[in-house]
């Protein structure tokens, strides 16, 4: 196809890609001329075990398209190591894509305090783990992709989940940031919360929607996130079953009191309607328009006029 979105010599990381999504992201780079590192330790569902089996598999499933690519069978906790085989393989590292994954499931009152660390470290530690080891070659030239997988689980929350749920939402406070922190450099970073039949999955969903919620029906919206023509970045999408949306944040308008006054929790139950009515909501998307109320407040009262803090430049240190 010669007008298809292509990523010719570029190369990527995919962790957890011997199963479910990762394989199909892999494969789909693989397929349109990327170099791609096929990360994934082999274990079971609840982070049991180690293989090089699954990785190896798809590195040949890659190749058998004519892609080129590499095993790496090391723990995403270990992500120095992963970017290590990319570059040593390939010179570079261009797209990262956080995907590995386990399950730890279990009701908070029955969690254990390892249940709650595995997860943790798998999720949250792995993914930044990889993303800072790729974060400097992607800055110094000028050019990463970078996406993280979190879950209707970590956004909504889930009965049994608390773990999972708690790591999976610190991944979009992790790519907040460093779609701030990247966006000069040409590092885009984005969230993705999929849902797809995957061994992950098949214990809680009946086999006909495993069926019909294919990986490969996630995998375009993670291609176009990452590549070069895509100005994206700090988003959330949730997709899956062809089904593509992005999140954002909603808040009420709010109640402000007037300062110097005083107030207390009567006069906040006086005010209860109006603080959570979404009724003319707003959609901050950065720190200073979170900080604008509270700021219009202080300097309608008497904090020193209109000292407004510049919150960007003050946490700028280029
Ligand atoms: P999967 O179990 O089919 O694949 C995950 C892969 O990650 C496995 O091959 C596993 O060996 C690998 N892995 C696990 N721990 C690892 C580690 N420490 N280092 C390297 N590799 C490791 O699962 P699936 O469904 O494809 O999930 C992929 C990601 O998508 C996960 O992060 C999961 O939490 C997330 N997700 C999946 C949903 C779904 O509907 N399938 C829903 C929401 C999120």
Not at 69 to 87: L, R
Not at 116 to 122: C, K, M, S
Not at 250 to 278: C, Q, Y
Request: aromatic share 8%; glycine share 12%.
């Amino acid at each position: 196809m010669a007008d298809q979105l292509r990523y010719d010599g570029k190369v990527v990381i995919v962790t957890g890609a011997g199963n479910g999504l990762g394989r199909q992201h892999a494969l789909m780079f693989g397929a349109r001329g990327a170099h791609v590192v096929v990360n994934d330790l082999g274990g079971n569902i609840h982070g049991g075990g180690k293989s090089s089996a699954a990785a190896d598999k798809v590195v040949e499933e890659i190749k058998a398209l004519g892609g080129k690519a590499v095993a790496n069978y090391d723990s995403v906790e270990d992500g120095a190591s992963i970017v290590k085989t990319a570059v040593d393989a390939f010179g570079t590292v261009d797209i990262v894509i956080n995907n590995a994954g386990i399950l730890r499931d279990t009701s908070f009152h029955k969690m254990t305090v390892d249940d709650w660390n595995l997860i943790v470290r798998v999720h949250l530690n792995g993914s930044f783990a990889v993303s800072h080891a790729a974060w400097p070659i992607m800055r110094d030239k000028g050019y990463g992709r970078i996406v993280m997988t979190t879950s209707a689980a970590g956004i909504y929350g889930n009965f049994g989940q608390a773990n999972y749920s708690a790591a999976k939402l610190a991944l979009v406070g992790l790519a907040n940031t460093l779609a701030q922190e990247g966006r000069s450099k040409n590092v885009h970073v984005n969230t993705i919360a999929p849902i797809a039949g995957s061994r992950l999955t098949e214990t809680v969903l009946p086999p006909e929607l495993i069926e019909a919620l294919k990986p490969e029906y996630v995998s375009p919206l993670v291609g176009w996130l990452c590549h070069e023509d895509c100005r994206e970045t700090g988003g959330l999408f949730e997709v899956g079953a062809g089904y593509h949306a992005k999140l954002r944040w909603e808040r009420t308008r709010g109640h402000s009191f007037k300062l110097g006054r005083g107030f207390g929790p009567d006069e906040v139950a006086k005010n209860w309607s109006k603080i959570v009515d979404f009724k003319d909501g707003e959609y901050p998307t950065n720190i200073n328009e979170s900080m604008a109320p509270l700021l219009t407040n202080m300097n309608s009262k008497s904090l020193g006029g209109n000292e407004f803090i510049d919150l960007d430049e003050a946490s700028r240190s280029e």
